[in-house]
């Protein structure tokens, strides 16, 4: 609710203190007076069950429902409050104090229904069937602003926005000077999309009431979604010229000239702005905005390290500042920027991570391990420690101690699968099949699947494939696939605005992980077309491309079954409708490649070939592509191309090996000595 209107209330419980009764000659009962008092010290519980007493008694005077209403409404009984009311209409139906209790209690339970209720009562006073000493109809009709802002705000809060500008648009016209209408109608004009009747109505306003910040910023976003930024250019820029140090004009002058694009001269207001207010944090967060939309990391860097300056103490800044120079591929300025982190923030583990990935990054994993070991030494068995510390230990074949830290990890993490995922590797290394089939059995009962765990559990006898429903095992692993790839999608995106992308396995990254699903994904599509057999198995692709219509992976499975019955124009239908569907899968441009290669149509092999290379293949294919071309007598096609490649400075060192051998397979071996040489 928006505000409470205790004025009935204080004025029904100031004629229980003055000891009046307008209906009856009844002397007040001692109980209403020891009601007064649990009341008056906000005991509300005793006081209705004192009331309740008394209102069951014969003939109970108007104040014991008065009383009885007012506490419970107070106590947020709303409901019983119109019941005892309803209670005391009964016995007094001219007593208006009763019926402007019942109308504070409807408040609460049906606002809209108020307002028509406060009308009723309105009407009937002044016709006179109903009448009190203790409200007067000039204070009822005072109550109307406050009916219908809580009527206003009520709809607003069921998104009928037609409504609730209704309510407040009166409410506003009787207390045109009062703010909290005011917001409320203006918020209402907002979700309605009536930006005209918002602007309007600000530009009414008392010049007074126009300095008001919710009411101003409610103006400017009317002005932006009516697209009138210019108005709005025009009016900011004016306030600028007038006064540039004034801080909130300043403020969203330049963000106003970001929404337009003009970033430049944002950047100019904000940096002229923090040379005269260095400590302001908003301009150096808006600066930040700017350059992280621009991608310009190398101003991102120098704002970063200004801020740090002046508020060396927040942590997320010198975070992001570390996560910058390592998109610029300044890791020994990373490393340094964490080891300062890690003595201003002590115990904190985040930067020790940070150091250790610096480590991992430049072929160190001992470092990176020692680093950690020295982390948990002063920050104790953290579970993100143990994990890092297995994962790290996993990636450099250390599988015992591995399998020791995962194991003690935290039970928090009993559900993680990617934890279960290695423990359970690390339990084959060491040769425990058992512990080993225990993960393995809990990846596969979980909401992360992975194909690794049917494979094993096949293998080792655990499950039989004769009593595997594969079709609804595809099923659960394709929809975790494409689980996969919307997370690599928001990967992506956050790596483009160069984001952190908030892995928690750092030492086992998201593309890893990935790789590692597709390529078991491989492995047990074919075992199942071998444990089924091709008749069984076709109609299982059938089925699931029927699932799948839009999935590449059903169609690479039909592209497998071909290519296992030695049909190579249907395995090319399939792995071509799979390219179309996911062009950066470059396993189906290998296996496309791989059969024309089998066909002998080299020529069509080495454009496929390149689209895989394209699409993010290893440089394992560059030899392909040279062998290709060797054989469709276009070695010289090939060289040409990858020399003007070389010689622009975009050569690694696979890809400068393989055109040395090329040239030698070209009988062009002068050329290719000079490349050895460095030429």
């Known amino acids: 609710m928006i505000r409470f209107t205790v004025a009935t209330l204080l004025c029904v419980l100031a004629t229980i203190t003055a000891g009046t009764n307008f209906t009856t000659a009844q002397t007040i009962p001692a109980e209403l007076h020891e009601a007064q008092a649990l009341m008056s010290q906000e005991n509300y519980p005793e006081a209705i069950e004192l009331l309740q007493n008394l209102s069951a008694e014969p003939n109970p005077a108007p104040d014991v429902y008065r009383m009885l209403a007012s506490s419970l409404i107070l106590d947020g009984q709303p409901e019983e409050a119109i019941q005892a009311v309803k209670n005391g209409i009964g016995l007094y139906p001219e007593d208006a104090s009763l019926y402007a209790l019942k109308l504070e209690a409807k408040r609460f339970t049906n606002p809209a229904k108020a307002v028509a209720l406060l009308d009723q009562i309105i009407t009937d006073y002044e016709q006179g069937y109903i009448v009190s000493p203790h409200i007067t109809l000039s204070e009822l009709r005072e109550f109307r602003p406050d009916v219908l802002l809580t009527a206003g705000a009520s709809k607003l809060e069921r998104d009928e926005f037609e409504k609730a500008v209704s309510f407040l648009e009166e409410g506003a016209g009787l207390s045109p000077d009062r703010a909290q209408v005011q917001h409320h109608l203006f918020y209402a004009y907002l979700q309605k999309g009536a930006f005209d009747a918002l602007v309007k109505s600000y530009e009414s306003l008392p010049p007074e009431m126009q300095q008001d910040e919710m009411l101003t910023s409610l103006y400017t976003q009317a002005l932006i979604e009516d697209e009138e930024t210019a108005t709005l250019l025009e009016i900011y820029q004016a306030r600028y010229d007038e006064d540039p ?55 991102l860097s120098l704002v970063l390290e200004r801020k740090i300056e002046q508020f060396p103490d927040q942590k997320k800044l010198w975070e992001e500042f570390g996560e910058v120079l390592e998109i610029r591929g300044m890791n020994e300025v990373a490393t340094t920027l964490y080891e300062r982190a890690i003595n201003r923030f002590e115990g904190s583990y985040t930067f020790y991570r940070r150091k250790a990935l610096m ?20 920050l104790g068995s953290l579970p993100e420690i143990s994990l890092d510390l297995g994962m790290l230990y996993f990636a450099q074949g250390n599988y015992d101690e591995a399998l020791e830290k995962i194991e003690n990890i935290d039970m928090n993490y009993a559900e993680d699968q990617v934890v279960n995922l290695i423990a359970a590797r690390a339990s084959q290394k060491v040769g425990n099949y058992p512990k080993a089939a225990r993960y393995y059995k809990a990846i596969s ?57 908030n892995d928690p396995y750092l030492f086992y990254p998201f593309s890893k992980r990935a790789e590692s699903f ?14 089924l057999g091709y008749e069984r198995a076709r109609r299982l692709i059938d089925e699931l491309q029927q699932l799948f219509p839009e999935n590449a992976i059903a169609y690479r499975f039909g592209g497998t ?33 791989e059969i024309y290669e089998n066909k002998q149509s080299y020529g069509d092999a080495a454009v496929w070939y390149e689209r895989a290379l394209t699409a993010g293949a290893g440089g394992e294919v560059y030899p392909l592509i040279v062998r290709m071309h060797r054989s469709n007598e276009t070695l010289d096609d090939l060289i040409r191309r990858w020399k003007i490649r070389y010689n622009s400075g975009q050569a690694s060192s696979e890809f400068r090996e393989s055109l040395i051998d090329a040239l030698h397979r070209a009988g062009r071996s002068e050329e290719a000595r000079e490349i050895a040489r460095g030429g």
């Open 518 to 531: 597709v390529g078991e994904l491989e492995k047990l599509k074919e075992e199942s077309i071998d444990k």
């Open 445 to 501: 009962s979980s909401d992360s699947p992975h194909p690794e765990a049917w494979l094993f559990l096949i293998e080792q006898g655990h499950i039989s494939p004769d009593e595997l429903d594969f079709l609804n095992l595809f099923e659960i692993l394709i929809k975790r696939f494409e689980e996969l790839e919307e997370d690599a999608s928001v990967y992506a995106q956050m790596a483009v605005r160069g984001l952190p992308a």
């Open 561 to 593: 079954y071909y290519r296992l019955i030695d049909d190579s124009e249907l395995a090319l239908l399939e792995l071509n409708r799979a390219a179309d569907l996911n062009s950066g899968d470059h396993r189906t441009y290998l296996e496309i490649a």
């Open 245 to 299: 140090q004034n801080e909130q004009n300043a403020l969203f002058y330049g963000q106003l000239l970001m929404h337009e694009n003009r970033f430049q001269e944002a950047e100019m207001v904000f940096y002229a702005l923090l040379q005269e207010q260095p400590e302001t944090r908003e301009v150096y967060q808006t600066l930040l905005e700017i350059y992280r939309r621009q991608l310009n990391y190398e101003a």
């Open 359 to 378: 480590h991992y990054y430049d072929g160190k994993p001992e470092q990176a391990a020692e680093l950690l070991d020295e982390a948990e030494s002063k």
